[in-house]
Antibody, heavy 120, light 112 residues
Framework: QVQLQESGPGLVKPSQTLSLTCTVS??????????WSWIRQPAGKGLEWIGR???????NYNPSLKSRVTISVDTSKNQFSLKLSSVTAADTAVYYC????????????WGQGTLVTVSS | NFMLTQPHSVSESPGKTVTISCTRS????????VQWYQQRPGSSPTTVIY?????PSGVPDRFSGSIDSSSNSASLTISGLKTEDEADYYC???????????FGGGTKLTVL
């Protein structure tokens, strides 16, 4: 059973960089059938796709966040990471990592989510 | 790019059937698969329908999905409603124009 677990600071100061890591267990992150995503959800609001990475290293980002987002993968550690720069209070949200299926873009496994608050 | 529009909320009684719509603003609803996710309070989303009408193992056959090209929309239908179905439901689809993903705004289902 594949499991994903987000980790990282729960509090980030405005203008700084948010950094999160997702550790994958129960399966290899190198499987070519999948990609690895970050999705966020502000309190009481809907889901927002942030971006994805394939194990080749190829990435796609939400156009509205593209200038501030970097997603990377470390296959040796079975982890992938998110960096979001120049954060503001609007970036306060629960951040989820997820596995997606390449052939249909269904996110079939999700982490439990981690709350990141942007505040001084 | 496009938007997916869902009703903000729906409510129905236990045992009844409810349908949640997801309308695509531009481009054909049939051009990319639609997924439906259920999110209970305090939990991560889980897939109830993928690739328009496929049910993951473990999802009861009370859940079904369809697309309608005439209205350019997808639908999630839940029959024999149970109180445990009370949750937020999100539709999602791939955006070929920018290789992104689009989520609908979510629909709060109340079973009362």
């Amino acid at each position: 059973q594949v499991q994903l677990q987000e980790s990282g600071p729960g509090l980030v100061k405005p203008s700084q960089t948010l950094s999160l890591t997702c550790t994958v267990s129960g399966g290899s992150i190198s499987s070519g059938s999948y990609y690895w995503s970050w999705i966020r959800q502000p309190a009481g609001k809907g889901l927002e796709w942030i971006g994805r990475i394939y194990t080749s290293g190829s990435t796609n980002y939400n156009p509205s966040l593209k200038s501030r987002v970097t997603i990377s993968v470390d296959t040796s550690k079975n982890q992938f990471s998110l960096k979001l720069s120049s954060v503001t209070a609007a970036d306060t949200a629960v951040y989820y990592c997820a596995r997606g299926a390449r052939d249909g873009y269904n996110s079939d496994y999700w982490g439990q989510g981690t709350l990141v608050t942007v505040s001084s | 790019n496009f938007m997916l529009t869902q009703p903000h909320s729906v409510s129905e009684s236990p045992g009844k059937t409810v349908t949640i719509s997801c309308t695509r603003s531009s481009g054909s609803i049939a051009s990319n698969y639609v997924q439906w996710y259920q999110q209970r309070p305090g939990s991560s989303p889980t897939t109830v329908i993928y690739e328009d009408n496929q049910r993951p193992s473990g999802v009861p056959d009370r859940f079904s999905g369809s697309i309608d090209s005439s209205s350019n929309s997808a639908s999630l239908t839940i029959s024999g409603l149970k109180t445990e179905d009370e949750a937020d439901y999100y539709c999602q689809s791939y955006d070929s124009s920018n290789h992104g993903e689009v989520f609908g705004g979510g629909t709060k289902l109340t079973v009362l």
